[in-house]
């Protein structure tokens, strides 16, 4: 049983940066994918960033390529989300999920964090 908490939400202004942080404690967080997933009010949950075990397979959704960039550390059982240039449609809850492979569906995902807040201002 994996137990993900996500940090470093909050509050920026468009064309500014926050940096998201997945802290993952039991099982073997090294051994799964992470994924990083949002959900703006009244939308879907839609796929954001997915990283693999190792960290040498990465993807990005095509609404954030060249702006987020996901990397983790297996040492210190995180996974990071650098999103830089935010734009007011980057608002949502913001959700690191693990699974045994990395995928862009959620229900691909067995274990879930319980969200952190990203709010952009226009």
């Known amino acids: 049983q994996v137990q993900l908490v996500e940090s470093g939400g909050g509050l920026v202004q468009a064309g500014g940066s926050l940096r998201l942080s997945c802290a993952a404690s039991?099982?073997?967080?090294?051994?799964?994918?992470v994924g990083w997933f949002r959900q703006a009010p009244g939308k879907e949950r839609e796929f954001v960033a997915g990283i693999n075990w190792n960290g040498d397979t990465a993807d990005t959704a095509d609404s954030v390529k060249g702006r987020f960039a996901i990397s983790r550390d297996n040492v210190k059982n995180t996974c990071d989300l650098q999103m830089n240039s935010l734009k007011y449609e980057d608002t949502a809850v913001y959700y690191c999920a693990a699974s045994r492979f990395m995928s862009v569906r959620p229900t691909s995902y067995h274990y879930w964090g319980q969200g952190t807040q990203v709010t952009v201002s226009s």
């Open positions: 039991g099982g073997t967080f090294s051994s799964n994918a």
